[in-house]
């Protein structure tokens, strides 16, 4: 689940920048535990602790961004690049007829680190607007389940 500590020395000597007071860097540092279901060198994706169905994932680059306007020009097509791939196994996954994909710049954006919600979606699931209740999973046993059908979506040579 953590990342090893040798990954946190990589970050640091690239120079990338970190926010050690921010809940997602600790995600990406190895200090706070997630449950990964893609990373490459810009960008993690994980399982949201609470989320609005099974399968909702977040998307973030590795360095500390507040919102997509912070976002670098260059990191653009490779964070865009992992939202689509990350959507794709999200659906196949999760066998869901769709997804959601959103993100909030500043106003109800709950950690100031910019992050990309795909949440799995089905016809007449009930949902409209976009006040959506959030439930955590029943149990850890449940949260790998949803984790290893969303890794195993992404083609070998994506992980």
Same mark, same amino acid.
């Given at each position: 689940? +953590?990342?090893?500590?040798? &990954?946190?020395?990589?970050?640091?000597?690239? /120079?990338?920048?970190?926010?050690? %007071? +921010?809940?997602? +860097?600790?995600?990406?540092?190895?200090?706070? *535990? *997630?449950? @990964?279901?893609?990373?490459? !060198?810009?960008?993690?994706?994980?399982? !949201?602790?609470?989320? =609005?169905? #099974?399968?909702?994932?977040?998307?973030? #680059?590795?360095?500390?961004?507040?919102?997509?306007? !912070?976002?670098?020009?260059?990191?653009?097509?490779?964070?865009? %690049?992992?939202?689509?791939?990350?959507?794709?196994?999200?659906?196949?996954?999760?066998?869901?007829?769709?997804?959601?994909?959103?993100?909030? /710049?500043? =106003? %109800? &954006?709950? =950690?100031?680190?910019?992050?990309?919600? @795909? =949440?799995?979606?089905?016809?007449?699931?009930?949902?409209?607007?976009?006040?959506? #209740?959030?439930?955590?999973?029943? %149990?850890?046993?449940?949260?790998?389940? @949803?984790?290893?059908?969303?890794?195993?979506?992404? *083609?070998? !040579?994506?992980?």
């Amino acid at each position: 689940m +953590c990342r090893p500590r040798g &990954q946190v020395r990589a970050l640091h000597d690239r /120079n990338q920048m970190i926010d050690t %007071s +921010c809940l997602f +860097c600790k995600i990406v540092l190895g200090e706070i *535990a *997630a449950r @990964v279901v893609f990373e490459d !060198d810009n960008c993690v994706a994980f399982l !949201d602790h609470r989320p =609005v169905f #099974p399968g909702h994932c977040l998307l973030i #680059p590795k360095e500390h961004y507040e919102t997509l306007t !912070d976002l670098p020009e260059e990191l653009i097509e490779p964070f865009f %690049s992992n939202a689509q791939k990350l959507a794709r196994a999200v659906e196949q996954g999760m066998e869901a007829h769709g997804t959601f994909v959103a993100m909030n /710049n500043r =106003v %109800s &954006q709950s =950690v100031p680190h910019l992050h990309l919600h @795909v =949440v799995p979606r089905r016809r007449k699931a009930g949902l409209r607007g976009f006040f959506w #209740p959030r439930y955590p999973y029943q %149990s850890e046993a449940e949260a790998e389940l @949803v984790q290893k059908a969303i890794q195993a979506a992404f *083609a070998p !040579d994506e992980e």
